[in-house]
């Protein structure tokens, strides 16, 4: 009987404690999960001229590179490779040949919990 007495208590407690302003309320308002960022030909030229990130090449099979590649993963082998990668929140720019497997690549990136990845749109053929 007294640990029912005292949950009931208790429980009375944290319910008025949490219901009042204060540390204790929770956001009705989910955090927004990362997203990838879409950047095209002339947005990649501008940041290039003063890089600060990691730019990765996701092509499979080599089809080239554009200057300045930081490394080579293949797009379909980005869990694999975390190792290459720097922390989770660096700046990672991801391109291919045309588009649609840095879009892969960089979706799957956020998915693992990385929270600044960039995505070229329309890749090296653009």
Known sequence: MRVLILLAFVTALVVGACAAPGPCQVSQTPAQPAQVTKIDADQLATMLQNKDFTFVNVHIPY???????DLQIPYNEMAANLDKLPDKSAKIVLYCRSGRMSDEASQELVKLGYTNVYDVVGGMQA
């Open 63 to 69: 089809a080239g590179e554009i200057a300045n590649t």
